[in-house]
């Protein structure tokens, strides 16, 4: 047991020494992000924020909770940009990594439709496509293909607008959010961590209020 608590304590300072060093080549992590660490030996595990232009999914009663944003005047759930669900919000032309956080469940990440702004109607049964479509540039009908459990693709937010997304296998099971692509976008509040096996939506954000710019 010392051995391993050594180990895991070597991999932090190592992790952390990456994180503030960048001129021996290491890799710079910007204050609010971080990295992630294997567990070692199944007996600790780093929980960390996802990299910067970065969209996780994955089922709401996986971990990532539902969120019922006054805003938007809907419940949102299955995508972040950090930790738990929240809306999203990112600038024209970014370069996306859309990666599936589950380790069993196949996703995908399907434009639904194009909004003007509040509210996002969700509509009861849209068509949505398990075939990847839109050559990786998110518009009408752009639809990532199966992304299977710890896999990723990536898409490029190339026109400003707001835009309903959703799973196209558990659009019905709360996996469906809105994702702002405009100069000064951010991503909104985040849900409360759910109870394990649950998915009932929260109104009470895990973190503090939304940064500048959009307001979620």
């Not at 710079?28 to 199944?42: A, H, K, N, R, T």
Request: with cysteine; net charge positive; glycine share 12%.
């Amino acid at each position: 047991m010392f051995r391993t608590r050594a180990a895991f304590s070597a991999i932090i300072v190592i992790a952390a020494a990456a994180a503030c060093s960048a001129g021996n080549g290491a890799r710079f992590v910007p204050q609010g992000q971080s990295i992630s660490l294997p567990p070692i030996d199944g007996q600790f595990a780093v929980t960390a924020n996802l990299p910067a232009r970065t969209i996780g999914e994955e089922l709401p009663d996986e971990g990532l909770g539902t969120y019922k944003s006054g805003f938007w005047k809907a419940t949102l759930g299955g995508f972040t940009q950090q930790r738990y669900s929240q809306a999203l919000g990112f600038p024209p032309g970014t370069k996306v990594t859309i990666r599936n956080l589950s380790k069993k469940i196949s996703h995908t990440l399907d434009v639904v439709a194009k909004i003007d702004g509040p509210p996002a109607n969700f509509p009861k049964n849209p068509t949505l496509h398990v075939q990847a479509h839109g050559k990786g540039v998110l518009g009408a009908g752009y639809a990532s293909g199966i992304i299977a459990p710890g896999k990723s693709v990536t898409v490029t937010l190339k026109t400003a607008g707001t835009y309903l997304i959703g799973c196209a296998f558990h659009y019905g099971e709360g996996m469906h959010d809105v994702l702002t692509v405009a100069r000064n976008a951010k991503p909104g509040q985040q849900a409360s961590p759910p109870p394990k096996g649950t998915s009932h939506p929260s109104s009470t954000p895990s973190t503090g209020p939304s940064p500048t710019g959009y307001s979620y």
